[in-house]
């Protein structure tokens, strides 16, 4: 696809994501980590703003607010002060008019400029790297709201229904498929981003791993699988978790993953319930858990007598895989049950750290502060979820957040040492 026509595809996507959204539930934030919709909105034309309209001196770009520069920076030092990010819901000016004028302005000058066909190759790059920022940015767009809307007591949906299961409940006797285990010869492996099509800069340089043979599960854990975890006390074993997720476990009083509730409290006896962007659901079995914290993934590996696999184990079988997979074009904003394939459905969380793979620089420059300086306390999660864009999504895509995270939906794919 041409780089207009993605342009006019992805921004239009955002706008279609917001659309079931009223300017109030536009405005909310009900947390540090989550950002209204308004800002994400703001915030991917900034990046177009800032780092290819206004970088043209000679492109006469003029920002309908100068402020702006300020208020939507979300962590590039390098361009200047920004408005604190706990703080964004209580940004009401500019209003959610003028942040959607905001976007045409923007989209007006940025078509204009790939119109003309006479861009840089270093333009063209940024603009690309603009759109797939934009889709992560859908992805937080669509968690953070789940976030907003579910932390709000009427439990709202964000969209409709998507099946049947919330009318006839979970079928409790249904049958898992066992989980079978696919061992893979160890040995000398290529990883990271090789070729042409986009990758962002943390995905290179592509470099030699050495893996030890080892088995990786052929679907995610599922939340009947999770169940069992509850049931026999994960959350009350202090020998299945690591030091720092004891302790939040026990601060945070976690009894289960984020979003479920039990009608009659307790460690996992009674009806389970689960917030989705459809509302409150009874909790499936048969379907991916999500909204686990890498924490809670990892004692689930432990109880289970396996471990998280590391990125690499991870990447060596994914490249072998057709990319497909429950993602967000399905509009169901939730795993299913029987998943369509090897991607999506939850990120799952490997055992990696992100740091910097041999040989890595960032870029210079403000971009270069987009991925690099983040190579510290994060961990690594892989294969995108039911909230990814699939046009987003490759073999080598490092996601990365703080172990505690649970907001956003990430799940849990079992290894073994073979
Ligand atoms: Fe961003």
Not at 302 to 316: G, H, K, S, Y
Not at 345 to 365: E, L
Request: proline share 7%; hydrophobic share 35%.
């Amino acid at each position: 696809m041409r780089l207009l026509d993605q342009y006019r595809a992805v921004r239009a996507q955002t706008e279609a994501l917001a659309a079931p959204l009223s300017a109030e539930d536009q405005q909310v934030q009900s947390m540090p980590d989550a950002s209204p919709t308004k800002w994400h909105l703001a915030h991917t034309s900034w990046f177009f703003e800032t780092f290819v309209l206004s970088a043209d001196a000679a492109g006469g770009y003029r920002s309908p607010d100068s402020r702006y520069r300020m208020l939507f920076n979300s962590y590039y030092d390098t361009v200047g002060e920004r408005f604190d990010r706990a703080r964004r819901g209580t940004l009401s000016r500019p209003s959610l008019a003028e942040v959607r004028a905001y976007r045409l302005h923007v989209d007006d000058a940025a078509m204009r400029l790939l119109e003309k066909g006479n861009a840089s190759p270093p333009v063209l790059a940024t603009i690309e790297l603009g759109l797939h920022h934009e889709q992560q940015h859908q992805e937080l767009l669509l968690t953070d709201i789940k976030h907003a809307l579910g932390s709000n007591p009427l439990q709202p949906a964000y969209a409709a229904q998507w099946d049947s299961v919330a009318a006839r409940g979970p079928d409790s006797d249904a049958e898992h498929r066992p989980t079978t285990f696919r061992t893979f010869t160890g040995g000398v492996v290529w990883i990271g981003h090789e070729g042409t099509g986009f990758a962002f800069d943390n995905e290179g340089p592509r470099h030699k791993a050495f893996l030890r043979s080892f088995a990786l599960a052929d679907r995610l854990v599922t939340c009947g699988e999770y169940l069992r975890f509850i049931r026999d006390g994960g959350y009350r074993r202090p020998d299945l978790w690591l030091s720092d997720g004891w302790q939040l476990c026990q601060r945070e009083q976690w009894r289960a993953p984020l979003y479920w509730r039990s009608r009659q409290g307790g460690d996992g006896e009674g009806d389970w319930t689960s917030y989705t962007l459809a509302g409150p659901r009874p909790v499936d079995p048969l379907e991916p858990v999500v909204h686990v914290s890498y924490f809670e993934a990892d004692a689930f590996a432990r109880w289970a007598e396996a471990r998280l696999p590391t990125e690499e184990e991870w990447e060596r079988v994914a490249e072998e895989e057709p990319l497909l997979g429950n993602f967000v074009e399905s509009g169901r904003y939730h795993p299913a049950a029987r998943g369509g394939g090897f991607f999506g459905d939850a990120w799952i969380w490997t055992q990696s750290p992100y740091v910097a793979y041999p040989g890595y620089r960032a870029p210079a420059g403000a971009i270069g502060e987009y991925n690099g300086k983040f190579m510290c306390n994060q961990m690594v999660l892989r294969g995108g979820s039911c909230l990814t864009p699939a046009s987003h999504m490759r073999p080598s895509y490092r996601n990365f957040f703080p172990p505690a995270a649970r907001w956003q939906a990430s799940g849990i794919r079992l290894a073994r040492d073979a």
